[in-house]
């Protein structure tokens, strides 16, 4: 009686997940909860050892997606070059905003946040809030980059570190 639903993602994939970063599914099953039939994409992330399994039917609203296609991907070191807009308002509003764009899953937004809270060596000191969240973006964007490039993630962020010198330089 069960339909069977084409899925969007298989074996193998690297996905985005918002609120962790680059996963890879590794297999699809069915699991019995309360009675049910629930099919899942069971997907690991090996940056921070966790397994996690999200509805096959769920995956769009919970903000699955693929790996950003190529033009997202310069769009976002594109954003990284561009001037740093810092608001005038507390830094608690701020570091919500940064949060709340790190864990979206957008590359765009995560390359804002690195862009923005970026220090090149003659800047003044980051508080230690800052640093987290600017270590926090730049390690999500860097596994996302790394992943579609098929490079390593610190030969990611060396990448990465090209454009926002680039972009403090000019």
């Known amino acids: 009686m069960s339909t069977k639903i084409e899925l969007e993602?298989?074996?193998?994939d690297h996905v985005v997940y918002p609120a962790h970063g680059?996963?890879?599914?590794?297999?699809?099953?069915?699991?019995?909860?309360?009675?049910?039939?629930?099919?899942?994409?069971v997907i690991t992330f090996d940056h921070e050892k966790m397994t996690l399994r999200v509805?096959?039917?769920?995956?769009?609203?919970?903000?699955?997606?693929?790996?950003?296609e190529g033009n997202v991907v310069s769009q976002?070191?594109?954003t990284l070059k561009g001037?740093?807009?810092i608001k005038r308002t507390m830094w608690s509003r701020r570091a919500q905003e940064y949060e709340a764009k790190?864990?979206?899953g957008d590359l765009i937004s995560i390359a804002e946040v690195v862009r923005d809270l970026h220090r090149s060596d003659s800047q003044p000191e980051q508080s230690y809030s800052e640093r987290q969240l600017y270590e926090s973006a730049l390690d999500r964007m860097a596994r996302e980059?790394?992943?579609?490039?098929r490079i390593d993630r610190d030969a990611a962020i060396t990448l990465l570190h090209k454009s926002l010198v680039k972009a403090v330089a000019a």
Do not use: C, H
Not at 9 to 12: I, P, W
């Open 102 to 104: 790190i864990n979206s």
């Open 76 to 78: 976002a070191l594109t």
């Open 55 to 68: 509805p096959t039917k769920k995956a769009k609203t919970a903000g699955l997606r693929p790996l950003a």
């Open 22 to 41: 680059v996963g890879q599914v590794q297999a699809v099953e069915t699991q019995e909860v309360a009675g049910l039939s629930l099919e899942v994409y």
């Open 145 to 149: 980059v790394a992943a579609i490039e």
């Open 9 to 12: 993602f298989t074996v193998g």
């Open 83 to 85: 001037r740093a807009r």
